[in-house]
């Protein structure tokens, strides 16, 4: 054990002390495909900048970006905390069965709360007669993390919370219609080709039927999830299969963002978005308000969903009954402007959130 921690040290050293000579010769990046962002441009030197020191604090942001083998870096400490330390994670990711998660604990009562008041407002506001449902989707750790040690935040006292504040809408339970197999294994999403028992927990309430094994499934590899840059591991990245068929083909997405129509799903995704994220495959990412209108639907139906990105994946298999879907996220728009953009009549209402976000509300503004 030893012996191998001083051959970590000696590579560390290696690399340090020939790091100021690459760093010049080196190409430079403009995008960290495993961390999903753009890395630091170097900033201009102003006497301002020096005198305020925000010139210092920028060019550390660009040395730290740049540093020759950063991403090797990034992997050797992982390994070294994997391997050597054994800790059982590295910054809050954890791998388990071959399938990466973020750890996530403890609950936070009051978010949860505030999330329900916030459902229960806009149902008093927009459409306080309409048929309205709330799904809630367990995160991975539900399905992965108590069974190998992990701790895990209360989802009883979750649904308990919900149960109590929401009793004027109908519950739809996903709790029992998902496995850890329903899940990317380098993300945190469910996979589309896995929500028939979903579609089908939905579709007693709402009363519909969609037998997805009628519809033609396509695919697309590689996809590298958010915990496979986030872990630093080389974990076996993911295919992502969705379905279609003539129906979804011909949905058409309108988007409030660029007031754009657009397909439900985005083959013609260029290399830069595969290295942002490949699942803006569906619906082309967030977005403050879609509308899903399919013209060869079963009905003439109209359904509005309050969601987050779980819902992308998802809403282009539920337009093949409805004629007309509007997506909404309040992440990106203000509750008080929803009026000036959809019609909330004749329509049945659905709030369908992950357990991370909900337990996050206020800061990531749910609802």
């Not at 490949?278 to 967030?286: K, N, Q, T």
Request: net charge negative; aromatic share 12%.
């Amino acid at each position: 054990m030893r012996k191998l921690q001083k051959l970590w040290i000696i590579l560390f050293l290696g690399i340090l002390f020939t790091a100021p000579v690459l760093l010049l010769i080196m190409p430079k990046q403009q995008y960290s495909i495993s961390e999903r962002r753009k890395l630091k441009t170097m900033p201009a030197i102003t006497m301002d900048g020096i005198l305020d020191k925000s010139c210092m604090q920028s060019i550390e942001e660009y040395l730290l970006d740049h540093f020759p083998f950063r991403e090797q870096l990034r992997r050797m400490k992982a390994y070294y905390a994997y391997d050597i330390l054994q800790q059982k994670e590295n910054n809050g990711i954890y791998v388990a069965g071959g399938c990466a998660g973020k750890l996530e604990y403890p609950l936070r009562e009051s978010e949860i709360a505030k999330a329900a008041d916030r459902m229960l407002s806009l149902k008093q506001q927009y459409f306080p007669d309409a048929r309205t449902y709330y799904a809630i989707v367990p995160d991975k750790n539900y399905y992965q993390a108590s069974a190998y040690g992990y701790p895990v935040m209360d989802y009883e006292k979750l649904d308990n919370i919900l149960q109590k504040k929401l009793t004027d809408m109908s519950q739809i339970s996903l709790w029992d219609t998902l496995t850890i197999e329903d899940y990317y294994c380098t993300d945190t999403h469910w996979r589309q080709e896995r929500l028939q028992p979903v579609v089908d927990r939905i579709g007693e309430q709402l009363d519909f039927s969609i037998d997805l094994s009628t519809l033609r499934k396509e695919s697309i590899y590689p996809f590298y999830g958010v915990y496979y840059g986030q872990s630093a591991l080389p974990l076996q990245p993911d295919t992502i299969c969705y379905y279609t068929d003539e129906i979804i083909e011909n949905v058409q997405v309108w988007n409030l963002e660029d007031d754009q129509i657009e397909s439900v799903y985005r083959p013609q995704i260029t290399e830069k978005e595969r290295q942002v994220d490949l699942y803006d495959f569906y619906l082309g990412g967030a977005s403050p308000v879609q509308v899903l209108t399919s013209p060869q639907a079963q009905t003439d139906r109209k359904l509005i969903i309050f969601r987050d990105s779980f819902g992308s994946s998802l809403a282009p298999l539920l337009s093949e009954v409805y004629h007309e879907i509007i997506l909404i996220d309040t992440r990106y728009i203000s509750a008080s402007r929803l009026g000036e953009y959809v019609d909330f009549t004749d329509a049945d209402v659905m709030f369908l959130y992950n357990t991370l976000l909900l337990n996050h509300a206020d800061r990531k503004s749910v609802v």
